[in-house]
């Protein structure tokens, strides 16, 4: 990648951390395309849920906006994962009762809310190491949804989840179109 912020050539030697088994704990490779589709709407939500708390507590306005404005991308997310669900499942007809369902323990790339926002509240201080962050959460997501798609035993389920993992990468050409001063 050369073309966000210098890419490759800025890398500075830091690298991913947790196991590759991270948020794999939470799929069995059984799951129906619902239950998918579930589970990914709980990890919009924890991250959207994360980026309004850091926003609540920044006190730069600008990474206030723009945490802002990525929490409003997650509901946005949220809304496309809600509409897919309602094509599995045509019984469902209210947003509102379909979010009983969810259980939003982790958010987008497999860790808890809490557990993110402890390791990661004073690296929120800048705008590019808030679009850092999101684009490392987009990418880990982009890499669990994959990861997902390869376990899923249902074919449908594992088209579900390798589709998630093309909007992630849409949702990182967006990031960095941000990171670049384009949007």
Do not use: C
């Not at 239950?35 to 920044?58: D, F, N, P, R």
């Not at 557990?115 to 690296?123: C, G, I, L, R």
């Amino acid at each position: 990648m050369y073309n966000l912020k210098g890419g490759i050539t800025a890398w500075q030697g830091r690298t991913a951390f947790g196991p590759a088994e991270m948020g794999m704990a939470y799929l069995k490779g059984d799951e129906k395309p619902p239950e998918v589709v579930v589970l990914a709407y709980g990890m919009e939500t924890g991250l959207s849920e994360w980026y309004t708390a850091i926003a609540e507590t920044t006190p730069q306005p600008e990474v206030k906006s723009l945490l802002k404005r990525l929490a409003g991308i997650e509901e946005n997310h949220r809304q496309k994962l809600f509409n897919l669900y309602q094509t599995l499942d045509r019984t469902v007809t209210d947003q509102g009762q379909f979010e009983t369902r969810i259980v939003s323990k982790l958010m987008e790339g497999g860790f808890t809310t809490e557990e993110f926002m402890e390791q990661n509240k004073e690296a929120m201080n800048t705008r590019e190491n808030v679009l850092g962050i999101a684009m490392m959460l987009e990418t880990q997501a982009l890499d669990l949804y994959l990861r997902y798609s390869r376990k899923s035993q249902d074919h449908r389920s594992k088209a579900v989840f390798h589709d998630l993992g093309e909007e992630e990468k849409r949702h990182l050409a967006s990031l960095g179109r941000l990171m670049e001063g384009e949007a």
